[in-house]
């Protein structure tokens, strides 16, 4: 669903780049309240292993192939707000570098594929957790239905940006049908990997998962009569040892997916390039302004080995994303930290 340049006029690209300007910027105030020193190191994994995964386009029709969007798993590993950063910096590594995704038409991606798939999942993730029994497995069954809706309300968003701007006269009844109709499909494939890799982290360090947050009632004692909540135990060695692994594991795992497993993902259009053209939107599609960039459409310049071209640009966008990514979070880290006072600090042992 990356839109190149050319697809949606100069007006309404400008708008959603200030929507997606202003979204940024909240997200990068709000973010502070959802990261910590265990957080930060993850919300830069999951923005590379976003980046490695949508390399792995799967065939979902005759022709027609589809990648994850990103938005559900990065709301509910780190939390909604971080998720619309790891999604924004993906966007950002893909369009500058990689020539995927049009640079005027960033604003339009960062809307369509950050904000609006975190939004509605994250909304969707929360509802379903509120009905739902306070368990593990129930959070795995709300990330899977809530990337599922996600891609098909990404579909719809973008039907209405070209509704408004698009520089085609097409029947946009037959783009959103086909548009929508697709990414049903495509968002079956986001459900599973979305789940899984969400089933796997619980597994492991259920704790590092936003969205899994308050599922046990913390321990209350009863003090001169009074219940009171006990003091949060410490985190062990162990714990801090299990987060390196984890770390190194979704890292390796990255650079794994990207740098070879992508050499056999589906070769198809995904769900907007086969729409687009079948109905006629890409008459006006422009070169994009990277198209000259070494690593343009994810092969290495002057490498003329296809297999080790393409692993070659994966591995270095994944290593250019999570550097990228941790050093934005470490930052919107840092000044949570500088926002604490002494005062608020003096009273958490209280």
């Not at 599973?192 to 913390?218: E, S």
Request: a positive charge; charged letters at 15%; one cysteine or more.
């Amino acid at each position: 669903m990356h839109v190149p340049d050319g697809f949606i006029n100069a007006p309404v690209s400008a708008v959603t780049g200030v929507v997606a300007a202003g979204a940024i910027a909240v997200s990068l105030r709000a973010a502070r309240r959802e990261l910590d020193e265990r957080t930060a190191p993850l919300a830069g994994l999951v923005a590379a292993f976003i980046f490695a995964v949508q390399m792995l386009n799967f065939p979902v029709a005759a022709g027609t192939s589809g990648h994850l969007l990103g938005g559900a798993l990065a709301a509910i590993l780190v939390g909604p707000f971080t998720g619309v950063l790891c999604v924004s910096v993906v966007l950002l590594m893909q369009g500058v570098l990689f020539a995927d995704g049009g640079l005027t038409a960033l604003g339009v991606n960062i809307t369509d594929m950050a904000i609006v798939t975190t939004v509605v999942a994250y909304a969707v993730f929360r509802g379903l957790l509120a009905v739902l029994p306070r368990k593990r497995r129930s959070v795995t069954v709300a990330s899977f239905v809530a990337a599922l809706v996600s891609v098909p309300a990404a579909a719809v968003a973008f039907t209405f940006m070209y509704a408004v701007g698009g520089t085609t006269d097409v029947s946009i009844g037959k783009v959103a049908t086909a548009m929508i109709g697709v990414h049903l499909l495509i968002g079956l494939g986001e459900a599973v990997i979305t789940a899984l890799t969400v089933g796997a982290v619980i597994a492991v360090r259920p704790d590092l998962v936003h969205g899994a947050r308050g599922l046990r009632q913390r321990l209350r004692l009863r003090v001169n009569g009074e219940l009171v909540d006990a003091p949060a135990p410490a985190v062990p060695v162990a714990a801090r040892a299990s987060r390196r692994t984890l770390w190194l594991t979704g890292l390796v795992t990255s650079l794994v997916l990207a740098g070879f497993v992508s050499f056999y993902a589906s070769a198809n259009p995904d769900g907007l390039e086969k729409v687009a053209h079948d109905q006629g939107i890409d008459k006006k599609a422009e070169k994009h302004a990277s198209s000259d960039s070494p690593l343009a459409d994810y092969g290495v310049k002057d490498v003329s080995d296809a297999r080790l071209s393409g692993g070659l640009a994966g591995v270095i966008g994944v290593g250019v994303t999570v550097v990228a990514g941790s050093t934005v979070f470490w930052a919107v880290r840092r000044r949570r930290g500088s926002d604490v006072s002494p005062a608020s600090t003096a009273n958490t042992g209280a």
